[in-house]
C-alpha cells in the first residue's frame, strides 16, 4: 500500500502561485509514477501532470501546459505541483494519485492510490 496526503492548497488571487505537496508513505518503491488531478464541482476529473519516480518522464494536460510544473524529491518521497499565473478556471479540489506499474497515463482508473485532496482557490 502506498499513502498520500496532500497539502498546499488555498485561496489564490488570479495570476498568483501555489506549491502543492504530495507526501508518500507505505510501500513508496512500489509506486512507478505520481500524478496531479483535479475536479471542480459539477466538473469530470481532469489530468493535470504526473512524473515517474525516476524523474525521466512528465506528462501535462493542455489547460495547464506552460504554467504548471510537477517534481519529485526522492529523498523526502514528496512530489509537487508548482502552479504558477493560475486562473480562477483552475479552482478545483486537487488530487495526488500514484501507480505501480508504465508511465504517466491522463486517465485516472490507471492509478492505484489517491490522496484525500487539497482545495484550490483561484479568484477573479
Known amino acids: 500500500q502506498v499513502q498520500l496526503v496532500e497539502s498546499g492548497g488555498g485561496l489564490v488571487q488570479a495570476g498568483g502561485s501555489l506549491r502543492l505537496s504530495c507526501a508518500a508513505s507505505?510501500?513508496?518503491?512500489?509506486?512507478?509514477?505520481v500524478a496531479w488531478f483535479r475536479q471542480a464541482p459539477g466538473m469530470s476529473r481532469e489530468f493535470v501532470g504526473g512524473?515517474?519516480?525516476?524523474?525521466?518522464?512528465?506528462g501535462y494536460g493542455d489547460s495547464v501546459k506552460g504554467r504548471f510544473t510537477v517534481s519529485r524529491d526522492n529523498a523526502k518521497n514528496t512530489a509537487y505541483l508548482q502552479m504558477n499565473s493560475l486562473k480562477p478556471e483552475d479552482t478545483g479540489v486537487y488530487y495526488c494519485?500514484?501507480?505501480?506499474?508504465?508511465?504517466?497515463?491522463?486517465?485516472?482508473?490507471?492509478?492505484?492510490?489517491w490522496g484525500q485532496g487539497t482545495q484550490v482557490t483561484v479568484s477573479s
Open positions: 507505505g510501500r513508496i518503491f512500489s509506486a512507478s509514477v
Open positions: 494519485a500514484a501507480k505501480i506499474v508504465g508511465t504517466v497515463v491522463p486517465r485516472g482508473t490507471y492509478y492505484d492510490f
Open positions: 512524473i515517474r519516480w525516476s524523474g525521466d518522464t512528465t
